[in-house]
């Protein structure tokens, strides 16, 4: 037998596993020419690696399954891990941790303790099977088998970097039912209706977005495509398809407006570029305060529940992540063993489990790793 275990992929969740087992027991096979590629471009650069609010609730997922790993390795266990490998996290916009100076420096750590194992670049798996015990892992180069196959190959988003849906394809080949994949954390593009919001491209501004029970609170960017910013990458988790609502004014308060002397433009709290563009849209006049007339008041509010259907999203090219997976329900959340097949492990992204922006992703990668490296050994 080639090695005890073959994992698939070469992202933050492999090679945190890989840097979690013991010595020389692991093949880590990876389809690009170096590993962590997308930990290299995340955050901007920087990565945010995990948050001090820590919790279920941050996840589009079945928060039973979630809950054991999030506990487990728990936000204040990575930043201890973290720190005995010699990386400080920095806390950024008062709860993200991130990167002190680049990615760089969480990859390094991964580069050194991944070592201890056999990391195969350039190499593409094509094909897994099980026979008598054992898995038969065939790539493009060759087959190697194994007695435990663990399946961190991520999701569809950022194909550019080699995203592939190899972990659907090894899932279903062993019987498990793939929840719908779908962009995630991704900018919606926009009808007819709402293409002014293009020419404003550049323009962000806070907002509040509500689809269903779930409300996503930050920037709203707008862009040459449609709306991009935090609060609509998270909102992005939860649409499918049709009205999303729009708070372009939380917590504003309406009385004294009426009898302000200043021009809407300056007393509406939004940039002027996009107060003045509403105003456009809803036939009202840049006047002052005392001038409005009470239908136009009416027209005014309508700013706090703004409502309109996006066109569609940016697509897997321009998405953060990849909403759906491997069903949760087919997997043990004790272990991350495949409940079909004995010695079959899913972590990471893979899985039906995606989180919000803000480090919610990593953690979830490394929690998940964490539980099945603990069951491994």
């Not at 569609?312 to 959340?333: I, R």
């Not at 893979?350 to 603990?374: E, I, P």
Request: positive net charge; hydrophobic residues 40%.
């Amino acid at each position: 037998m080639d090695n005890k275990i073959i994992i698939i992929g070469g992202g933050a969740s492999a090679l945190m596993l890989a840097s979690l087992l013991p010595k020389n027991t692991a093949n880590v096979i990876e389809s690009n020419a170096k590993v962590g590629a997308k930990i290299l471009v995340s955050g901007g650069g920087k990565c945010n690696i995990t948050n001090e609010l820590m919790g279920t609730q941050y996840f589009l997922a079945d928060k039973t399954f979630i809950q054991h790993a999030l506990k487990s390795f728990n936000e204040k266990a990575l930043l201890r891990w973290l720190e005995r490998q010699n990386l400080m996290p920095v806390l950024r916009k008062e709860t993200q941790y991130f990167c002190k100076d680049s990615a760089k420096e969480l990859l390094d750590i991964f580069l050194k303790e991944s070592k201890k194992q056999k990391i195969l670049t350039n190499e593409k798996v094509m094909d897994v099977s099980k026979r008598d015990e054992v898995f038969y892992v065939k790539t493009d180069k060759r087959t190697l088998t194994a007695d435990r196959v663990v399946v961190a190959s991520g999701g569809l988003s950022f194909p550019k970097l080699g995203a592939s849906g190899i972990g659907y394809e090894i899932a279903e080949h062993f019987g498990h039912s793939i929840v719908k994949t779908a962009p995630g954390l991704v900018g919606f593009t926009v009808q007819k209706d709402q293409f002014f919001f293009k020419e404003l491209s550049g323009v962000s501004t806070d907002v509040v977005i509500k689809i269903g029970d779930e409300s996503c609170k930050g920037a709203l960017l707008f862009a040459h495509k449609g709306l991009s910013g935090p609060a609509v990458l998270d909102a992005s988790l939860y649409w499918e398809k049709g009205k999303i609502e729009v708070d372009f004014l939380p917590n504003f308060s309406w009385e004294g407006l009426k009898k302000s002397k200043k021009q809407l433009s300056s007393l509406l709290p939004m940039p002027k570029r996009v107060t003045k563009a509403f105003l456009v849209q809803l036939k009202i006049d840049d006047k002052i305060g005392t001038k409005i007339t009470a239908d136009e008041f009416s027209l005014l509010q309508t700013l706090n529940h703004y409502s309109f259907a996006p066109a569609g999203t940016f697509g897997y090219a321009k998405a953060e992540v990849t909403k759906g997976g491997v069903c949760t329900d087919e997997v043990d959340a004790r272990t991350m063993m495949s409940k079909k097949t004995e010695g079959l492990y899913f972590t990471g992204e893979v899985l039906d489990v995606t989180g919000r922006l803000g480090g919610y992703n990593f953690q979830w990668a490394f929690s998940s790793a964490y539980v099945c490296s603990k069951s491994i050994k």
